[in-house]
């Protein structure tokens, strides 16, 4: 399994409509071959209520990369949310976990 990770920092004050966007980008991921599940979470910092982070699973790492990427669907993802971000995300992938407690 890969596990994308990203610190998404949403223009603050456009927070609620990020969270709109993404209810309606969410099936545009979840219908993609080898997607396992998504997590989306706000941070909690004070001063830190636009930032969040997105955690996606998937079955290999080209499921992403290559798959989704060069998908219909990413595009229309890219159409409904790259405009809430400043500065653009830097995406991770990171494979099975070496320690786990």
């Given at each position: 399994?890969?596990?994308?990770?990203?610190?998404?920092?949403?223009?603050?004050?456009?927070?609620?409509?990020?969270?709109?966007?993404?209810?309606?980008?969410?099936?545009?991921?979840a219908?993609?071959?080898?997607?396992?599940w998504?997590?989306?979470?706000?941070?909690?910092d004070?001063?830190?209520?636009?930032?969040?982070?997105?955690?996606?699973?998937?079955?290999?790492?080209?499921?992403?990369?290559?798959?989704?990427?060069?998908?219909?669907?990413?595009?229309?993802?890219?159409?409904?949310l790259?405009r809430f971000?400043?500065?653009?995300p830097?995406?991770e992938?990171?494979?099975?976990?070496?320690l786990r407690?």
């Amino acid at each position: 399994m890969i596990l994308e990770s990203a610190l998404l920092d949403v223009v603050p004050g456009r927070e609620e409509a990020f969270l709109a966007a993404f209810a309606e980008a969410r099936p545009l991921i979840a219908a993609q071959s080898g997607f396992r599940w998504l997590e989306l979470r706000r941070c909690l910092d004070e001063g830190r209520g636009s930032r969040f982070l997105l955690q996606v699973e998937w079955e290999r790492l080209e499921d992403h990369t290559e798959g989704f990427r060069r998908s219909a669907e990413y595009e229309r993802r890219r159409e409904l949310l790259h405009r809430f971000y400043e500065p653009f995300p830097e995406v991770e992938h990171y494979g099975e976990p070496v320690l786990r407690a």
